[in-house]
């Protein structure tokens, strides 16, 4: 009974020492574990977070690119321009008499707008077509007296040629007589009368001669007295001709058809000249449009209007966005060096007055198109440090390339290096993108799931190429 009743002495103490060494043990495992999950965890949950690995792809929308024909097209804003524009006033000073339209009315060209009281300018013209009258009447008496004077010239040029007849006659008698009193046939009182005869008809002659020099000299005078009264007669009818104009001034007239502004004047309204507006008109059919396009684009805008005139359009700014088809009509022989822009004028017709003057207007200038150009949406397009580029889905994974963009409109940019049709580029998403970040193909108008992660990420990220 005693031997069952002895302590066992040196087994529990070892058991023990045994149990408490593998408990310590797996402690201090457990707590370099802990350790090390603490310190090394949060990095790794942060790489395993952030957007872009395998694991967590950047949701993107994607487009094809594809090989197109693109239209040129240049979208400026213009402002509606009246071919013509003038504002009216009178000729004369005077007293309104009557206005025969209404403001804002459209008139045509010649219509009846304004008329000065004419009382004074008829009176004026009544007299100087009097005074006409008497000048007429005047030249025809100098006419006369010239016709009269030419007789006289006449009478004496006959006169002269008898005497001198009659001079060569009494020579010839003088000198047959002279010869007889030689021969003793006559006396010498016979021989001496006719000399004495001779030298009479020389007289003659000579009176003749100074006769026909005074009837001349009277026929110039009287001729230039025709000539005054001529130059007198054409200065009384150009007179009265200005009173004729300064009549007809009187009744101003539309010089073309188009659109009146506000009247100016009135009934009984004194009016000057120099100083009195009566009412601006403005031609709005045919119309043009005023635009400046970038001085880069005038070789093409050249280019293509040698081909032929070239075609603008004017989109207004209304519920309807109507467009209106016009042609190039002006371009500017000088570029404006401050704004490097050079401006063009597009003629349109405007029957329905759609287009207003001082209207502004979106103009679509078309010149040409790019042939067989890569075509992708413009939002794929970014803009870093070096230039155009865009990303691309190859395989999955976001590959940066640089782009060189020919034209770009609202719908489309057209690439002419860089990407070849057929390839996927992103539209949306690249702010979380880097090159090499993994993607995954979202539809338009999915949201973004994004991860606590990426939601710390930052939302404005520029990429250097």
Not at 173 to 196: A, C, D, H, I, P
Not at 318 to 323: E, F, I
Not at 324 to 349: M, P, Q, W, Y
Request: proline content about 6%.
């Amino acid at each position: 009974m005693s031997q069952y009743n002895e302590p066992r002495g040196p087994k529990p103490p070892f058991r023990l020492r045994k149990r408490w060494f593998f408990g310590g043990l797996l402690l201090v495992v457990f707590i370099a574990i802990f350790l090390m999950n603490r310190q090394a965890g949060p990095n790794d949950q942060k790489t395993a977070e952030k957007p872009g690995t395998a694991k967590h792809p950047v949701p993107v929308i994607e487009a094809q690119a594809y090989q197109s024909n693109v239209p040129i097209k240049l979208q400026v804003i213009g402002t509606i321009q009246s071919v013509s524009s003038v504002t009216l006033r009178s000729q004369n000073d005077g007293q309104i008499l009557s206005v025969n339209f209404a403001e804002g009315q459209y008139v045509k060209a010649g219509q009846l707008l304004f008329v000065v009281d004419p009382a004074p300018f008829i009176a004026a013209l009544n007299q100087a077509q009097a005074t006409v009258e008497k000048d007429v009447a005047l030249v025809k008496q100098a006419q006369q007296t010239v016709e009269m004077q030419k007789t006289m010239v006449w009478q004496a040029q006959a006169n002269l040629k008898r005497d001198q007849a009659l001079l060569v006659y009494a020579k010839a008698e003088e000198n047959r007589y002279g010869s007889l009193f030689k021969q003793g046939f006559v006396t010498q009182e016979q021989s001496e009368q006719m000399t004495s005869t001779y030298k009479s008809e020389q007289g003659t002659v000579g009176a003749d001669k100074a006769a026909i020099q005074t009837a001349e000299a009277t026929m110039q005078a009287d001729i230039s007295a025709v000539k005054s009264a001529i130059e007198t007669l054409h200065s009384d009818q150009a007179n009265v001709r200005t009173n004729q104009i300064k009549l007809d001034y009187c009744y101003i007239k539309a010089p073309f058809a188009g659109r009146t502004g506000s009247l100016l004047v009135h009934n009984g309204d004194a009016i000057q000249t120099e100083s009195t507006n009566l009412v601006s008109l403005s031609r709005i059919d045919p119309i043009f449009v005023v635009f400046s396009v970038p001085q880069d684009e005038l070789p093409a805008i050249k280019e293509e209007q040698a081909k032929g005139q070239l075609g603008v359009v004017a989109r207004l700014n209304d519920a309807a966005k109507t467009s209106v088809r016009g042609k190039i009509s002006f371009i500017d022989n000088t570029i404006d060096s401050t704004t490097g822009t050079i401006a063009l004028k597009g003629a349109f017709e405007n029957p329905t007055e759609q287009l207003w003057p001082g209207q502004f207007v979106t103009v679509v200038l078309s010149m040409g198109e790019i042939e067989n150009a890569v075509v992708i949406p413009p939002p794929a397009v970014q803009t870093g440090q070096k230039g155009d580029y865009v990303f691309v889905d190859n395989n999955g994974v976001a590959e940066l390339r640089p782009v060189t963009v020919a034209r770009s409109t609202e719908n489309m940019a057209a690439i002419s290096q860089g990407l070849k049709p057929g390839e996927q580029v992103i539209t949306d998403g690249q702010l979380q993108l880097e090159p090499g970040s993994h993607v995954k193909v979202r539809q338009p108008g999915q949201e973004q799931n994004a991860s606590p992660a990426e939601s710390n990420q930052p939302h404005h990220h520029r990429h250097s190429q």
